[in-house]
């Protein structure tokens, strides 16, 4: 028994280790895996980017302007026309102070200044902690300035949160787990389709048919574009109802972002049905795609906080942008600077994807 025991514990090793791709996928990816993550992750919120906006002539205003600058936790932002919705709206601030109009030190003499914060809440965690610092770096600014232990009753801050009003976590998270679920569906389904077709030896049945490569291409992968879409749909309609996200841009632009999305994501799944020989290697190839793309999307950790040589991962990875984009469609509405933008470069990456997808899947069936 024992004999029998060690003889398929022996056999299930050598079936597992003698396979060059399952070797690297067991030893080798969890090395670099673990270096980019260790490099990359960091969960404070560093690099915000804050617009002030205040009159030339108010030299507290700019001196706590310098003050805030200087912690290094904050991106100077130049404003638009003095608009800070405008700076808001297009995703180039995170945050925007507005310093009294008349300047600071008149207006305490009044009786007290009152500043206006205004806080992009699309990442309630991120809102809670914008807030946090700003009141903390201006407290302790105008105590070593005035010498008031107490400047609450000497400066008014009036905060207003925007997109999210309520700090819903939800509200951030919701957007990214429809990008994660429609990103999983889709490419483990296309690749272990494939995968499938070759372990039950079926694929040389689908070669000899006949039927042109571009036919078997698109027989292939039509489907799970459809499955992934009407997918997207679904869970984006569960998502507005069970747990009451928004949806304050265009339900259709939502859909057509899913489709170019959808179509990067099939194609993904063809070019790693191209590399693995089974099911297995299809399966261990899509987790190597989608734990790193999550993990470099600024879903769970800003993107903003990795250093440069590890950053340029995460602008490449399609799932960043459409991360992005749904959330702002969803909480912002249609801000076509930031829509077309993201649509760009995710139409970009999916182009090229399919193109190198479909060679490699034409030199298989060749």
């Given at each position: 028994m024992k004999r029998v025991l060690l003889g398929f514990i022996k056999k299930e090793f050598a079936q597992t280790l003698r396979d060059p791709v399952m070797r690297v996928f067991i030893f080798v990816a969890p090395i670099i895996q673990m270096c980019i993550f260790g490099f990359a992750i960091n969960t404070d919120f560093k690099n915000i980017n804050l617009a002030v906006i205040a009159s030339p002539a108010d030299y507290t205003a700019r001196q706590l302007s310098e003050k805030i600058f200087a912690t290094g936790?904050?991106?100077?932002?130049?404003?638009?026309?003095?608009?800070?919705?405008?700076?808001?709206?297009?995703?180039k601030a995170d945050a925007v102070l507005v310093m009294p109009v008349q300047g600071i030190d008149k207006e305490i003499a009044k009786g007290g200044a009152s500043m206006q914060l205004l806080v992009d809440a699309q990442n309630a965690t991120k809102a809670r902690i914008v807030?946090?610092?700003?009141?903390?770096?201006?407290?302790?600014?105008?105590?070593?300035?005035?010498?008031?232990?107490?400047?609450?009753?000497?400066?008014?801050?009036?905060?207003?949160?925007?997109?999210?009003?309520?700090?819903?976590?939800?509200f951030f998270m919701i957007p990214a787990i429809i990008a994660l679920i429609m990103c999983l569906?889709?490419?483990?389904?296309?690749?272990?389709?494939?995968?499938?077709?070759?372990?039950?030896?079926?694929?040389?049945?689908?070669?000899?048919?006949?039927?042109?490569?571009?036919?078997?291409?698109?027989?292939?992968?039509?489907?799970?574009?459809?499955?992934?879409?009407?997918?997207?749909?679904?869970?984006?309609?569960?998502?507005?109802?069970?747990f009451g996200v928004p949806v304050r841009g265009s339900f259709i632009l939502l859909l057509f972002a899913a489709l170019i999305f959808v179509c990067a994501t099939v194609s993904i799944g063809t070019l790693i049905s191209t590399i693995a020989k089974n099911q297995?290697?299809?399966?261990?190839?899509?987790?190597?795609?989608?734990?790193?793309?999550?993990?470099?999307?600024?879903?769970?950790?800003?993107?903003?906080?990795?250093?440069?040589?590890?950053?340029?991962?995460?602008?490449?990875?399609?799932?960043?942008?459409?991360?992005?984009?749904?959330?702002?469609?969803?909480l912002k509405g249609n801000i076509p600077e930031l829509y077309w933008t993201n649509i760009a470069v995710l139409f970009l990456m999916t182009v090229t994807t399919v193109l190198i997808a479909a060679r490699r899947f034409r030199q298989t069936l060749n």
């Open positions: 936790w904050f991106n100077k932002i130049e404003s638009i026309n003095n608009d800070p919705m405008a700076i808001l709206q297009n995703g807030d946090a610092y700003i009141q903390s770096i201006t407290a302790k600014f105008f105590t070593d300035k005035y010498g008031i232990t107490d400047t609450a009753g000497q400066v008014r801050f009036d905060v207003r949160v925007l997109y999210n009003p309520a700090l819903e976590t939800s569906v889709t490419i483990m389904l296309t690749s272990m389709s494939i995968a499938r077709e070759k372990e039950l030896g079926t694929f040389e049945s689908i070669i000899a048919s006949p039927l042109s490569n571009l036919e078997i291409i698109l027989g292939k992968t039509v489907p799970f574009t459809i499955i992934g879409l009407a997918d997207a749909a679904f869970i984006m309609t569960a998502g507005m109802l069970i297995q290697q299809a399966m261990m190839g899509t987790f190597m795609f989608l734990f790193p793309a999550m993990m470099m999307s600024g879903l769970f950790f800003p993107i903003e906080n990795m250093p440069i040589f590890i950053r340029w991962v995460a602008y490449i990875d399609p799932f960043k942008y459409y991360i992005n984009l749904i959330r702002n469609v969803m």
